[in-house]
């Protein structure tokens, strides 16, 4: 089976490499051609446009920054809908509005391309290792052709509902993880500015109530003083947005998620919009006068 993959950036470059492990044979396309190199190495081909990948493939992936992003590869001018083979499978793993999903599907759906929105949890380490979850909204019937797909790239695949289940889901994750972050960063400037060694504090609790995936991926990288993305700030900021907009048309509530979103917006404004979202820790250094450090 022949698969296309466009944005092949942090996320996308490990996830289509360990397809190609698994034995599929892969077209790929990435607007920065120099992302291209290391699968062209692995035996993919290029396709100059997503029209091209869509000629040429039966299942297509996208793994791009935003809506705006998924609209224009998949509906925009030589894109996916001009392109698509009889019974092509878009399966988008990006992180997106679900109302932007729902759109996209009902688009392609009237030329007759099935969709299913997939995004991921686990960053660049999971992507690697190939053990993401992924969050599946869409048909069931095209969720079970594909999940041995998507199961290539990940640990866990879980189908959530209809069309823009997925980043609903998604949504979910995020404000989960932001919130973690700000805890941990918060806890562990108050231990700093109190004299106690965060270091110390981390491997104290992190076996404890307190402990969690979150602490453990990001409190080492807050010690070790290592923002190097990741996950960059701007695209959480991007998440949270999309989550904030979402609970304002639905009427849901999300006190701390704006108050972690202004948080985020400041570091941005400061210049640290591209650093990993640990350094949301930065915000509460700044305001306490400590660096929270081994
Ligand atoms: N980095 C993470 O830890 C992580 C984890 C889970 C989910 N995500 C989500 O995955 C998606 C990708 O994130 P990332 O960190 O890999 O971002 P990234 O910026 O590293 O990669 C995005 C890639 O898409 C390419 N691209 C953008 N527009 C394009 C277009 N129109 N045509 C072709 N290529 C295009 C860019 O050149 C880039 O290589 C986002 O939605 C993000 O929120 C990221
Ligand atoms: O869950 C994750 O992998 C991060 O929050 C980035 O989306």
């Known amino acids: ?10 996320m996308g470059k490990p996830m289509s490499k360990n397809l190609v492990k698994a034995g599929y044979s892969l077209v790929v396309r990435d607007h920065n051609v120099s992302n ?66 729902r759109e996209v599907h009902d688009a392609l759906a009237a030329k007759g391309i099935k969709m299913l929105d997939a995004p991921v949890s686990g960053g660049e380490p999971k992507a690697i290792e190939g053990t993401l979850s992924v969050m599946v909204g ?18 866990s695949v879980v189908h959530t509902g209809d069309i823009g289940a997925g980043n609903v889901t998604k949504l979910a994750n995020q404000v ?9 960063s ?5 231990a700093t500015k109190a004299g106690v060694n965060p270091e110390l504090v981390y491997q104290a609790i992190r076996g404890g ?24 700030i ?40 591209t650093s990993d979202h640990s350094a949301l820790a930065c915000y509460y250094e700044k305001l306490a006068k400590v660096e929270i450090t081994r």
């Open 176 to 184: 989960i993880v932001a919130l973690n972050i700000a805890a941990m």
């Open 36 to 101: 291209e190199a290391e699968l062209v190495e692995l035996g993919a081909t290029v396709a100059k446009t997503p029209k091209e990948v869509a000629e040429q493939v039966d299942v297509l992936i996208t793994m791009v920054p935003n809506s705006p992003q998924v609209k224009e590869v998949c509906l925009g001018a030589n894109g996916i809908i001009e392109g698509a083979k009889p019974g092509l499978i878009v399966i988008d793993m990006s992180s997106i509005a679900p109302l932007a999903s």
């Open 138 to 155: 869409g048909d069931k019937a095209v969720f079970d052709q594909c999940y041995d797909i998507m199961k290539a790239m990940a640990g």
């Open 234 to 273: 701007d695209l959480h900021i991007k998440d949270l947005a999309n989550a904030l907009d979402t609970s304002h048309e639905i009427g849901a509530h999300l006190p701390l998620t704006a108050a972690v979103m202004e948080m985020m917006q400041a570091l941005k404004v400061d210049g640290q919009g």
């Open 1 to 10: 089976m022949k698969i296309g993959f466009i944005g092949l950036g942090i």
């Open 209 to 232: 109530l307190a402990g969690s995936t979150v602490l453990d991926a990001k409190a080492p990288m807050v010690l070790d003083r290592n923002f190097k993305p990741g996950f960059r």
């Open 186 to 190: 918060e806890a562990l400037s108050l």
